[in-house]
């Protein structure tokens, strides 16, 4: 039962939510928000903060470059996706579903279709709130006629992403593979919970604890290791995306689209290196 812990308190959780709002008392939402702002600081960036410690794992002594590297990936990335939102916003979006997919994959020892996987799940997130997704997008330099684009195709891109879910559903008990079966659940339930709690749930909860389980057990370290490893860099990302959405949203309104439309720029810009050092961490980890 331990091994399913995780996947059954996070579907649990979203199933509260639900029920929570349902039933009509206010502070549902402040609940769950609070606890994945906890989850974010905890796991959430800590674990893409350790990208210099997987790389000198892989390549031992070449950290001052790999940072400064790493850093002018980050500027160039922005740079490119305020020139070409459209190109950015596709690249960074599937992007994030290969690294999601690999992620839970290799958790569960899945060794095809990772891509499908992370497509599915990020996608099914996203086009059962195109309501809320929208305006975000339109703060990341999306025009109105491509929003008007995506709005003509919700039902259809609601009806794939639930064809997706039924095969990965059926994939899952062939296998007999219970994490990705709860965790095809926790993705059925997010069309009845706003969209930036649902990628929260995903990301804090599954994607995150699935990067924080590979960071401990290919690494060799303690979560509380990880954790002082982290804290550095950490910081340094706290503090860019601070900057970057004083710059480039309106901190005056913290719940803004402008101001969370600024945070997913940012995130996706620095999480882009992240993919790749991810990847090139599990493929040098991994046992042929």
């Given amino acids: 039962m331990n091994a399913y812990l995780r996947p059954v308190v996070l579907l649990l959780t979203a199933v509260l939510y639900i029920c929570w709002n349902a039933l009509g008392p206010a502070g ?3 609940a769950l928000g609070g606890l994945l702002v906890l989850g974010l600081a ?5 674990h893409g903060a350790l990208d210099v410690w997987t790389h000198e794992a892989r390549s031992p002594g ?12 980050i500027g160039v990335i922005l740079l490119g996706w305020h020139t070409f939102p459209h190109a950015g916003l596709l690249l960074f979006l599937g992007l ?20 499908t996987w992370g497509a599915i799940a990020l996608g099914t997130i996203l086009v059962w709130h195109l309501d809320e997704v929208l305006p975000i997008i339109e703060q990341m330099g999306v025009t109105e006629s ?9 039902t259809t891109f609601q009806l794939a992403s639930t064809a997706g879910l039924i095969a990965c559903t059926i994939a899952a008990l062939r296998l007999r593979n219970w994490d990705w079966l709860l965790t095809i659940l926790l993705i059925a339930v997010t069309p009845w919970i706003p969209v930036l709690l649902s990628f929260g749930l995903y990301f804090i909860g599954q994607h995150s604890a699935s990067g924080w389980h590979h960071l401990q057990t290919r690494l060799g370290w303690s979560s509380k290791a990880l954790w002082w490893k982290a804290a550095p860099f950490t910081l340094g990302a706290v503090v860019l995306m601070g900057v970057g959405i004083v710059g480039l949203g309106r901190p005056e309104m913290f719940f803004s ?23 090139w961490f599990l493929m040098a980890t991994t046992k042929r």
């Fill in 42 to 46: 905890a796991i959430g960036i800590p």
């Fill in 146 to 154: 491509a929003q008007l684009n995506v709005s003509d195709l919700e």
């Fill in 28 to 30: 549902a939402d402040e």
């Fill in 62 to 73: 070449r950290n001052a470059s790999y940072i400064v590297g790493y850093l002018a990936c």
């Fill in 257 to 279: 689209n402008a101001t969370y439309g600024a945070f997913f720029m940012l995130l996706g810009s620095i999480s882009i290196p992240h993919i790749f050092e991810s990847h």
């Fill in 96 to 115: 994030s579903a290969w690294h999601f997919g690999q992620a839970d994959f290799t958790l569960w020892g899945i060794t095809r279709g990772h891509f």
